[in-house]
Each structure stands twice: as C-alpha cells, then as structure tokens.
C-alpha cells in the first residue's frame, strides 16, 4: 500500500522545537509537492506548510510563518518540517500527503491530497 510515514512528534514544553519527518512507502517524492497538515481536537484539519518536490518552492500558513521551515532531502526521500518556538495552539495530530496533481503549494485542499498517514502527535505543553 502507498502511504507516507510521519514520524518525529512528542511532548515539548512551549518555546521548544521538534523536527517531523515525512518519508514514503512504496515510492519516491517525484514530481509532486508535498504537504504537512495538522488537526486539533475539535478542529478542522488544516494546511501548514508546503513543498515543491525539487524543493524550489515552498509555503507556510500565516500561524506558523517564521517559526517552522520545510525541507525536502531528495538523497533520503524524505520531507521534513523544523518546528520552532513551539506554542500551545501548534498541538495536534500532524499529517503529511502529496499533491494528486501539482507540483506547487497553491492548495491545501485536502481531497486534492493522497496517501495520508497516520500521522504524529505533537503536543505542546508545560
């Protein structure tokens, strides 16, 4: 079965950083961008931040901007999101998926996304 593999989240106190990791099963990250989408608890999910496959182009939401960087290690097939100066509000459950059909970080539409994991907690607290 296709799917990603999200990995890397834990319990952090406020101000602190985590690095995810996103890596596929089954396939390479060609020619698609990927995404990293996140649901809290009695929230909708939620785009957060984005990445061209060749890593040229990249996105953020506003709530993150400046604190998370995208990355993407074509050697190790994997994606990666650097979380800094953690808060409260960035807990939840945080997903990767790849762009059904763009190779940019123009949506975050998540029917426009496949192979979802199962994604990783991350929880931000004192």
């Known amino acids: 079965q296709l799917q990603l593999v999200e990995s890397g989240g834990g319990l952090v106190q406020p101000g602190g950083s985590l690095r995810l990791s996103c890596a596929p099963s089954g396939f390479t990250l060609n020619w698609y961008a990927i995404a990293w989408f996140r649901q809290a608890p009695g929230k909708e999910r939620e785009g957060v931040s984005c990445?061209?496959?060749?890593?040229?182009?990249?996105a953020y939401a506003d709530s993150v901007k400046g604190r998370f960087t995208i990355s993407i290690d074509n050697a190790e097939n994997t994606v990666y999101l650097q979380m800094n100066s953690l808060k409260p509000e960035d807990t939840a459950i945080y997903y990767c998926a790849q762009s059904k059909y763009y190779n940019s970080c123009h949506t975050y539409t998540a029917n426009q996304y496949r192979y979802w994991g199962q994604g990783t907690q991350v929880t931000v607290s004192s």
């Open positions: 990445i061209s496959s060749s890593g040229s182009s990249t």
